[in-house]
């Protein structure tokens, strides 16, 4: 059987399927895992479920000379905290979750456009801390979503189902930048330049991986 190790606490729906392949144990913190921690993952188990937050760089692989480890199944889509080129020539797979937290993602894009467009965090301390006065014609005066214009940076699966909200759900037109043109159930003009498409905006949605690629994508540039 798998000696296999889990480094946080995850529903336990996945712990009894986990216990089905092997000896399993799970790191009971909920905080990233030291490099000491992940050196010795690599040394003592098969297979380690790591998560974001648990950097698996070149240098924790260059420290273990024969790793016992052969998978590293990430829980999570992302995976740019983990050297997966180092991990190869460890002979170490690496997995992720692709899709499994789309919707939900998508979901909670549209909910933070939601309070902010209309205030919702702010109107809420207000009531919460007893201070609500009651309201009036000009307080807290937000923006209508409804008909307004999203451009979508990044149109994978994340930034498709964004844009499947949008449209069907507020009537949004859909403006977006990508890689490549995409072939889409719903009407979206495409731009190649990011500036172009952000110009077009009344919200921006950013769905792209992180990682190096991607860091400062939205700049002074963008916006001025």
Same mark, same amino acid.
């Given at each position: ?8 606490? *995850?529903?336990? =729906? ?7 392949? +092997? ?11 030291? =490099? ?9 188990? $098969? ?14 692989? *260059? ?5 016992? /480890?052969?998978? *590293? !199944? ?6 740019? #905290?983990? $050297? ?11 997995? %992720? ?5 789309? @919707?939900?993602? !998508? @979901?909670? !894009?549209?909910? *933070? ?6 205030? !919702? ?9 007893? =201070?609500?006065?009651?309201? #009036? ?28 909200? /949008? #449209? ?24 190649? %330049?990011? %500036? ?14 992180? +990682? ?6 939205? %700049? ?5």
């Amino acid at each position: 059987m798998y000696k296999i190790l889990i480094t946080r606490p *995850l529903p336990s =729906e996945i712990h009894q399927k986990a216990n089905v392949l +092997g000896d399993v144990t799970t790191r009971s913190k909920t905080t990233s895992m030291s =490099e000491q921690e992940m050196i010795s993952a690599l040394q003592n188990y $098969d297979i380690v479920v790591p998560t974001l937050g648990d950097v698996f760089s070149a240098s924790i692989f *260059l420290q273990v000379e024969n790793p016992r /480890c052969r998978l *590293l !199944a990430n829980f999570g889509v992302g995976y740019n #905290h983990i $050297d997966v080129n180092t991990a190869k020539k460890k002979g170490i797979m690496v997995t %992720n979750t692709p899709g499994a937290v789309t @919707d939900a993602t !998508a @979901d909670i !894009a549209i909910t *933070l456009m939601l309070m902010t467009a209309r205030r !919702a965090g702010e109107g809420e301390r207000p009531v919460r801390n007893q =201070e609500w006065k009651g309201w #009036h014609p000009t307080q807290m005066l937000g923006l209508h979503i409804t008909g307004k214009k999203a451009t979508i940076i990044g149109m994978g699966r994340i930034g498709q189902a964004i844009a499947h909200r /949008c #449209h069907f759900g507020f009537g949004m037109e859909i403006f977006y930048s990508s890689r490549s043109e995409k072939k889409l159930p719903l009407p979206a003009k495409y731009f190649s %330049n990011i %500036n172009e498409a952000v110009s077009q905006a009344d919200v921006v949605f950013l769905a792209v991986p992180g +990682g190096t690629a991607t860091k400062h994508l939205i %700049n002074e540039g963008v916006f001025f």
